[in-house]
């Protein structure tokens, strides 16, 4: 199984950009879809971001469609989640997980990073 871990978390103010790197660990990374989750409190996790094996096809929600990007390098067992123009609403806990689909639930997904926390202020 693969580990993850995510860094890249912090405040920033509203319509700043922000870059979340998941470094994975093992030699399997290639062989997962891998996604970004977020939970902000009170909420349920949802995904903001799927990327599929070679990195080809990506798939977002609306809430997150046109300012968040996935991508990934499986040479260097890395995974990034650039954000942009960031709103107060997109403040939350962020994991990045290891799947078997296109794109997968929460509770579908293998292996977790820890999470880094990302603050927006309005």
């Known amino acids: 199984q693969v580990q993850l871990v995510e860094s890249g978390g912090g405040l920033v103010q509203a319509g700043d950009s922000l870059r979340l790197s998941c470094a994975a660990s093992g030699r399997t990374f290639e062989y997962y879809i891998m996604a970004w989750f977020r939970q902000a409190p009170g909420k349920e996790r949802e995904v903001v971001a799927t990327v599929r094996r070679s990195g080809a096809m990506t798939k977002y929600p609306d809430s997150v469609k046109g300012r968040f990007t996935i991508s990934r390098d499986n040479a260097k067992n890395e995974m990034w989640l650039q954000m942009d123009n960031l709103r107060p609403e997109d403040t939350a806990v962020y994991y990045c997980?290891?799947?078997?689909?296109?794109?997968?639930?929460?509770?579908?997904?293998?292996?977790w990073g820890q999470g880094t926390q990302v603050t927006v202020s309005s």
């Open positions: 997980a290891a799947g078997m689909t296109f794109p997968f639930m929460a509770n579908e997904g293998v292996s």
